[in-house]
């Protein structure tokens, strides 16, 4: 091949790069002062979608797979492919499991250690007692 070949057009990938860029950065901006606009799981597919054209012309021009055979480009493209089959699954897990969330305690912020072991850390009471006494250890 000719070196007229692999011409890469810098400035237009560099632009089309931070422009990509600056529109993740303000959505997310724009999202985390108004959360009330779209749930967070629309937000990261929309960053998700502008970063897949970004990944996809670094993956072009500057691994320089445009100029290799398509069973190279097909190898580049497979772990996308297998983080998007990854992901999807965990998404809509996430949309629709929303309302059972398991890891949150209601009124935490009202909870009250127990005082019934108040020497240490509980352990002393059960130590000092005798074997032979015929009550259950605590």
């Known amino acids: 091949m000719s070196q007229k070949d692999h ?3 810098l ?4 632009l ?9 950065v303000v959505l997310f901006e724009v999202w985390s002062r108004n959360q ?6 629309a937000m990261v597919l929309l960053l998700l979608l502008f970063t897949l054209p970004k990944a996809v012309i670094v993956l072009t021009y500057f ?7 398509q069973l190279i480009v097909f ?3 497979a772990p996308f492919v297998m983080v998007f089959v990854a992901v999807l699954p965990i998404l ?8 059972q969330s398991y890891n949150q305690v ?10 019934e072991h108040s020497q240490g850390d509980g352990h002393e009471d059960s130590l000092s007692q005798d074997p032979s006494d015929d009550e259950p250890y605590h």
């Open 106 to 115: 209601p009124g935490l912020r009202e909870f009250v250690p127990s005082t």
């Open 7 to 9: 011409h890469i057009p």
């Open 36 to 41: 009330w606009l779209m749930p967070k799981y």
């Open 63 to 69: 691994m320089h797979l445009k100029f290799e055979r």
């Open 75 to 77: 190898l580049a493209m």
């Open 16 to 24: 089309a790069l931070l422009v990509l860029t600056t529109a993740e």
């Open 11 to 14: 400035w237009g990938l560099f």
């Open 92 to 99: 809509t897990d996430i949309v629709t499991l929303k309302d």
